[in-house]
């Protein structure tokens, strides 16, 4: 159906009633509005405006329990500059697609009204029925499109590419393309269903951070991912509200508790061709957030430094390579873990003695020989280069290692 049938719907029932209409999507946000007779009130004038009203008001009109009515009823809210309305649920096939509202502004609206808003109610909810399927199609061909824009096979990457092109889903200016990846984790007393509607819902909430309405996103599971397509690059405020949105919906979907979201971001890259070189940097941030304990939730392909390396090692590898020689005979001398952690201080301030002593809060003396200890144990000489190159990495790589068991992810996969 065209798009004005939705508005034909309400503007009739209001020429007919004398009266204003408003349709109302499931989340109390604006899909149609007629014009006002003089009935209109503060609430109705901000809808129009803002497309929405507020969350606390949102809140209100649902805890009515509207959406398990099946009929028109009356709510009263009780919120200054809200008056009474008559509430029609909008629905098919037993869906709730959304609600028809006509503000009560004297005695208790006639029946013959009440009929009429109950009839406009089930020809919306077949119109916005068929939006839904339709809807539900595109989604699903976009998602088929963009799995295969990342797939290991350079063919399929060629046609959906072509795909993407014909479907005119971005504009020809388009010249930066980024990949964010979200990920959940444990949550195992929340129903599969439930986890992957709140990711879902949390990646949808924080696309409306970002301008514009040519993303692209694929869920499945316990994985997300979003292409960000624009002429310029997202700025890093933008790129921020878009994942605490994530993060923040998801919580609260969960309520905040065992289930946690990890989210990695992928550099932007200037074409269609190489979306995937950003999804495998988003995914790759995703498990760093998982394997690392001090990046958080959030993960940033640039700023991982040799972990951006060691990532793209096969899990079983990476496992290996942590169980070096040097570390493991250090670990096995070293009870308390004190000559581990001074050698990581050590070589992350690139052998500064005096920044890792004060680091530490050692003295000089007492670092010197907590060194010489090293040095003795292992067989490594710490001025040299590729000594302490092996060391720095093996100690980077036992860090990973470390968590793989409970949180090895790699890449969306359905």
């Known amino acids: 159906m065209a798009n004005d049938d939705l508005q034909s719907i309400v503007d009739g029932l209001a ?3 004398q009266r204003s209409v408003a349709i109302d999507d499931p989340s109390i946000r604006l899909l149609a509005a007629s014009r006002h007779f003089g009935d209109e009130d503060a609430v109705r004038v901000a809808s129009v405006l803002n497309r929405s009203v507020s969350a606390d008001l949102v809140e209100r009109v649902l805890a009515h329990g509207v959406a398990r009515w099946t009929g028109p009823g009356s709510v009263v809210v009780g919120a200054e500059g809200c008056l009474p309305r008559l509430c029609a649920p909008v629905r098919c ?3 709730l697609l959304g609600y028809l509202w006509l503000i009560d502004t004297g005695p208790a609206p006639e029946p013959a009204s009440v009929e009429l808003a109950a009839e406009a109610a089930e020809r919306a909810g077949v119109v916005l029925y068929r939006r839904l399927l339709l809807r539900e199609r595109t989604k699903a061909r976009h998602e088929a499109i963009l799995r295969e824009l990342v797939s290991a096979d350079p ?8 795909d993407l092109r014909d479907e005119q889903l971005f504009p020809e200016r388009t010249g930066h393309y980024q990949v964010v990846a979200v990920c959940c984790r444990g949550g195992d007393g929340i129903p599969a269903a439930s986890r992957q509607a709140a990711l879902e819902a949390g990646v949808e909430d924080g696309l409306r951070a970002v301008p514009g309405d040519r993303h692209l996103m694929v869920a499945h599971r316990t994985r997300a991912w979003i292409l960000l397509a624009d002429e ?3 700025p890093r405020s933008r790129l921020d509200a878009l994942t605490s949105r994530v993060a923040a919906r998801f919580g609260d979907l969960t309520g905040g508790g065992a289930a946690r979201v990890v989210i990695g971001t992928g550099a932007a890259v200037p074409s269609l061709e190489r979306v995937v070189e950003s999804y495998r940097q988003a995914f790759l941030a995703t498990r760093a957030a998982l394997l690392v304990p001090g990046i958080g939730d959030i993960a940033r392909w640039g700023e991982l430094g040799p972990y951006e390396l060691l990532l793209k090692m096969p899990a079983d590898d990476l496992a ?3 169980r070096l020689p040097a570390l493991v005979a250090l670990e096995r001398e ?3 873990g004190t000559l581990l952690a001074t050698l990581e201080a050590f070589l992350d301030h690139a052998g500064d003695v005096r920044r890792t002593a ?3 809060r050692v003295h000089r003396a007492t670092l010197y020989h907590r060194l010489k200890r090293i040095e003795h144990i292992t067989g490594c000489r710490l001025d040299s280069g590729d000594d302490r190159l092996t060391l720095h990495l093996g ?3 036992r860090v990973l290692a470390r968590h793989l068991p409970e949180a090895a992810v790699a890449e969306f996969d359905d």
């Open 232 to 234: 310029q690059v997202l």
């Open 358 to 360: 004060e680091s530490l």
């Open 93 to 95: 096939n037993g869906l």
């Open 395 to 397: 100690l980077k790589l």
């Open 155 to 162: 063919a399929t990457r060629t046609q959906a590419v072509a």
């Open 320 to 322: 290996a390579a942590s």
């Open 15 to 17: 020429e007919r009633l």
């Open 334 to 336: 070293d009870g308390q």
